[in-house]
């Protein structure tokens, strides 16, 4: 089994940065990729941001990719999500999920084998 948590989410005004943090253990392989989605209230789960553990290859959602980067630090099984100009629109459950034998980063929920519980992002405007 693989376990991820995330860390680091909290009240922010508009404007201001975050940086999210996703570690793993467990059974994991570094030819997996990692990636971020986030819910809101009343909305569907969307697709952040994604990399592939292996070569660092990343992609992200166009409504962030000025705005967010992705990286990972494959020693520490960990992956980040630094967010800057934070807007209030970004208000909500941001998880971190897992693939299982898949180097390929993934805007698709259904390439994701193993999910974090979330942690809360909210932008006061």
């Known amino acids: 089994q693989v376990q991820l948590v995330e860390y680091g989410g909290g009240l922010v005004q508009a404007g201001g940065s975050l940086r999210l943090s996703c570690a793993a253990s467990?059974?994991?392989?570094?030819?997996?990729?990692m990636g971020w989605f986030r819910q809101a209230p009343g909305k569907e789960r969307e697709f952040v941001a994604a990399?592939?553990?292996?070569?660092?290859?990343?992609v992200a959602a166009n409504s962030v990719e000025d705005r967010f980067t992705i990286s990972r630090d494959n020693a520490k099984n960990t992956m980040y999500l630094q967010m800057n100009s934070l807007k209030p629109e970004d208000t909500a459950l941001y998880y971190c999920?897992?693939?299982?034998?898949?180097?390929?980063?993934?805007?698709?929920?259904?390439?994701?084998?193993?999910w974090g519980q979330g942690t809360q992002v909210t932008v006061s405007s």
């Open positions: 999920a897992r693939s299982r034998f898949n180097s390929v980063p993934s805007r698709s929920p259904d390439s994701y084998a193993y």
């Open positions: 467990g059974r994991i392989f570094s030819t997996d990729s």
């Open positions: 990399i592939s553990l292996s070569s660092g290859r990343a």
